[in-house]
């Protein structure tokens, strides 16, 4: 068979050449001499040349995913002085082919690419944005740019610049982080659990869907006139550390794919998304960072911040309540826009609160809690010998007679971090053990006074 395939190659490469003639011809590739009549060594030679040369030139080809592991990634928490660092941290450059999902771990977007489809995230993903990053996401179809929905979570940090860049464009009534868009009459899905920390973030929703995405949170309702039964997708949980965030609501009432009469309401800056009825802002908790969060325009604007328009009609939809809201930060650094316009009976999204639509529904009205809430819960923390348990941003270890202090009904994000010399070994939330020892946890919608968080770390051998 080797012999064989050796002929063949040869006549295919040089047709004159008649491995069977007496007469000695030599045949010439990329400078290896081969003569006609060989014997088994220099056929073996000749075998390992073609092959070797063979793999070079694979090896030369472009590649258009590099994904490596590395070790002692830093990154950093809001409210810490100094950087941590994460293992088996995977690193995705160049123009990574990201179609499977991210699963549970820690990954790394290092350079500048863009990806066009949605990145899924599933499980808990932590996502650290390095130093200089420009990292562009364009949805395809109904998908959001980065889809986080259900049970499933993003936590995003940035290094010490805090240059790092992820743009995330939803399609089809996607959000550009969260849920993806519905068509024809489907529920427009909610987010899941969204954690910036750092970085710079760009998320767009939809505009071309029949309710527009949630830059950050729920997908667009597929409206259709008349139809009262497709919703946007509540923002789900949107905690906000730091960073920059810049999010857009998509309008609604687009021309993708499946548009009905186009009467779907806009998607919120931050929180639910367009609908003939709108959805909910869900749970959101702002601790710090710059933030400018602008509802989509058309039809029922979306809220800044808070919940999605819905269906622009005489009679119209029910808008998006703004859900619960804290602003747990200087209001100076949000800057959150409302959208839509008065046209008729029409009210536009509030800047933070419900989402836009017909007079007299609860559209647009104002609702939010500031860091002056008398309403307070409490975490109780306690770790043994060999690291410490944050409160982020405000740096709080909570100690047994000091539990760490929060809003009724905000969210609360804890990082767990060893010394240098002491593994994290378990981690126990009021009482029971979270599976796989996890580096971060995050209390949403704190209203039980009892909530408790042990870590235990041992000494490295």
Request: hydrophobic share 30%; with cysteine.
């Amino acid at each position: 068979m080797k012999n064989l395939f050796l002929l063949n190659f040869t006549k295919a490469c040089h047709p004159a050449l008649d491995a069977g003639s007496p007469e000695k011809r030599r045949l010439i590739i990329r400078g290896l001499r081969v003569k006609p009549a060989m014997t088994d060594s220099s056929k073996t030679t000749f075998e390992t040349a073609f092959l070797g040369i063979l793999f070079l030139f694979l090896t030369a080809l472009p590649l258009t995913a590099q994904v490596t592991t590395r070790d002692n990634v830093p990154y950093i928490v809001p409210g810490m002085t100094t950087s941590l660092s994460a293992n088996g941290v995977t690193v995705i450059t160049g123009s990574a082919d990201i179609s499977n999902p991210l699963t549970s771990g820690w990954y790394l977007f290092e350079g500048t690419f863009s990806y066009s489809g949605t990145i899924t995230i599933s499980g808990n993903v932590n996502l650290i944005l390095a130093d200089g990053c420009n990292v562009t996401v364009t949805a395809t179809g109904t998908g959001a740019g980065i889809d986080v929905e259900g049970s499933n979570s993003l936590t995003v940090y940035g290094q010490s610049a805090g240059t790092g860049t992820l743009t995330a464009n939803g399609a089809g009534g996607g959000a550009g982080i969260g849920g993806k868009g519905g068509v024809a009459g489907a529920n427009g899905a909610a987010g899941g659990t969204i954690t910036i920390n750092g970085g710079t973030i760009n998320a767009t929703g939809s505009t071309d869907g029949e309710g527009g995405g949630a830059g950050i949170g729920g997908g667009g309702g597929g409206s259709i006139s008349g139809n009262a039964t497709d919703n946007g997708g509540s923002g789900g949980i949107i905690i906000i550390n730091g960073g920059t965030i810049n999010a857009t609501g998509g309008d609604g009432g687009g021309s993708g794919s499946g548009v009905g009469n186009e009467n779907g309401g806009s998607g919120a800056g931050i929180g639910g998304g367009g609908a003939y009825n709108g959805g909910s802002g869900g749970s959101i908790t702002i601790s710090g960072g710059s933030i400018t969060a602008q509802g989509g325009n058309s039809n029922g604007g979306g809220a800044g911040i808070g919940g999605g328009g819905c269906d622009h009609s005489g009679s119209g939809g029910t808008p998006g309540s703004a859900g619960t809201i804290f602003i747990l930060t200087d209001m100076s650094n949000i800057h959150a826009t409302g959208g839509g316009h008065s046209n008729g009976n029409l009210v536009p999204g509030a800047s933070i609160g419900a989402g836009g639509g017909a007079s007299g529904s609860g559209a647009g009205a104002s609702s939010y809690t500031t860091n002056a809430s008398t309403n307070t819960q409490y975490i109780s923390v306690t770790q043994t010998t060999g690291g410490t348990i944050y409160a982020v941003p405000s740096g709080a270890t909570g100690g047994a007679t000091d539990p760490v202090k929060v809003n009724s009904g905000a969210s609360q994000y804890f990082v767990i971090v060893p010394n240098s010399d002491y593994a994290l070994i378990s981690v126990t939330v009021d009482g029971n053990l979270v599976s796989g020892a996890p580096t971060s946890y995050t209390f949403t919608s704190v209203t039980v006074n009892t909530h408790t968080i042990t870590a235990t770390f041992a000494k490295k051998q």
